[in-house]
Every structure is written in C-alpha cells, then in structure tokens.
C-alpha cells in the first residue's frame, strides 16, 4: 500500500482532483486492511477512545458548567499536554472522537452547560467534526485552535491536512482565532489575514519531587524523547557527548538505532527503551549535570524548561523564544546544531557555569511567568467580556 502511495505521489499533482480521488480510495482500502489484520486491536482501541468520551464528557459536565471557557488535549500527546496544563486552568483531556454519536456527545456537553468558548489544543483525529458539531448546534460559541506546530511539519501528510482544515475552517467562519506558540508562526498567520495570539509555553512543577543528587566522578548528560524523528538530532547529540570525557549518556527512551551507535562509538550509556511518564522522567533527570535538545526546527520546546525547573541546566537549538536577548542565551542556545565538537565545548562551559547560569534562570522566569499570563488572559478573554460575546 505504501508503495503505491509513493508511486502516485511521484507522478500525480497533489492536491489535484485525480490526486483526491486516489488518496481518498487509498485510505478506505487501507483501513479495510487494517481492519482485517488488526479486528481485535481495533475494537479494543475503539472501546478506549469511547471510554474517553465518557470521561470528557462527565468532567465537564460536573466541573465546567457555565464556564468562560474549556480546553481540550490529548494526554498521549505529552508536549502539548503539558503546555496545555501550564498555561490553562480549566482544561478536558480527550483523545481521537469516533463515529456520530461521540462526536455529537461531546458536542452535546459543550452547548448543555452553556460554555462560551472552546478551545481545541492543537487538532486531533473526529475534533474537527467535534468542532463543526460544536457550531452547528450554537454558532454563537466560539472557538479557538492553538496549532502547536510548524511550516516544517507540514511535510507530513497528517499535520498538513490537519492544518489545511483548520484553515479552511476558519474562512468559513467556524474557528474565530488562533494562537501560535512560536513569535514568527504568530507574526506570519497575522500577516496572511488569520486573527493570531501568541502564546508562550510555561511550566510549574513545584509538586514534583526534589531529590538529592548522588555523588559520582562521571559527568551524566541527558537526551530525551529523541527517538527516531529526523528533527530531534539525538545522533549528534550523541557524538558530542562520547568528546566529553568521563561522560555517562542518559537516553529514554533509546532506539535500536542509537543503541547500536553508542556500542560502536564505546559511550557509556543508562537508558530506558520505551517513553516513561513524565514525573518519573523529570525525578530522573536530576541525577545530571547538564541535560541537551539542540533539535533542528522547534516552536516552544517543553522539556528544556523542565528541565531548569529541576535545577538542570538544558542546550537548545536556536529555534524557539526562549532567552532571547538574555545573557543565559549566551550559556545554553546553539548555533551549530550539527557540530558535535561545538555542543561539547558548550556542555563543558554549561557545567563550568552552573550556579551562574541557573541564577540568571530563576530571574529571567518571574518576569516570563508575568508574560505568560498576560498573553493567556488576552487569548481568553478575545470574543468574551463580561460573560457575553463581542
């Protein structure tokens, strides 16, 4: 199937009307397949997502009942389930909505308990019928979309016809606003005619445990939720690490791929194979000395944030808002992403300059909470003053 699919990309115009026809017989007979192989996996998922429903559904119906506004986000999408929780209070987790009736449901529980205005974190598979449903039964509440993303993504066939409807929704009137984590996605859509709010992602995690940090003559650096994406650059990460000397590579989770890398390269390695919640990842990291995310394209990383938050200095690539301007950009951003010799030199420095850098953190983050906020209650508040829309 897959090689059909390429097949017809490489000789069909995409977006065309043959291209349509194709890709729409191309997934019908896709899911038929997958349907087939995978019966009892399927229904198995589908009970789960139905029992998300009705979780969704119950917490806005017992907490969220004439509220300004909801949030929803999908929990397995860890970075923009946290960003949700650290910049919105009254937020529903919900993952893919199937079928008619879940879809009307969840609709259903939005327009029942008389909420003004939804706010859909990012878009995921039945929301933008969730999102139609929504406006079919009021039109009078509004709704917003937060696209977490880049033009970069959309190179995936996913994220650009995620994109492509959102878009189109809004032209129709259905969507009122966006928001955008990232100062250029904002200022571009501003330009293209979309309305645009920037928002900037924020943490708190003052209940997650502090833990003292064990004594050892190895310097442990960290690369997380890397895996297998192109734009995460965990190879080079790597390869700047086997240059620091006496270093411990903490990797989670660890592809087959970097396994084997670090066994040629003779890296000494501490690692998990699958993703671990994000608690336990964040008591992990406090073990040590520097942690690095010089991915190659990002809009508002979450971890290199938790990361200072556990007293963890983090490099980063030059891709995001964070620091800009500050002296701690200096210490942690990078400017040469694919230069394991250059990361090195920085770890080295990042560690030589610790209790620097993280005092110039802790200042640099009261007055980006104060910002955060601010940009949030503007986002809000956009449509609706005193209880009613303008």
Known sequence: MQKLKNFVKRFIKKDGFIYKVVRKVYHILSSIKYRIVNGKNVRKQNKHYSEQVELATQKINNEYKDKDYIVFYNPTWLGVANSTKGLFKNIVPLEQVFGKKKIKKV????????????????????????????????SNIIVKVIWHGNCYEFFSDYTWNLNKDVMNLYKQGKIDSFAFVRSTMYEFYKKAGFKSFYLQNNVHLDNIKRIEKE??????????????????NIYTALSSMKLVSNCVADVVPINEGAKKFTEILGLETSYVEDYIPTEELLKRIQQNEVNIYPTFTENAPMFPLESFEMGVPCLLGNNNDYFVGTKLSEFVILTKEDDPKYIKEKIINCIEHKDEIMKLYREWKKDFDIKCEKLVDEFIKYKIVGGCNK
Do not use: C, H, M, P
């Not at 895996?227 to 995460?232: F, G, M």
């Open 107 to 138: 609709a259903e529980a939005v327009v029942n308990n008389n909420i003004k205005s939804v706010i859909f974190s990012q878009i995921v598979d039945g929301w933008v019928d969730v999102l139609k449903k929504i406006k079919e039964l009021n």
């Open 215 to 232: 004594k050892s003559k190895k310097i442990k650096v960290g690369i997380y939720n890397a895996d297998t994406r192109e734009l995460k």
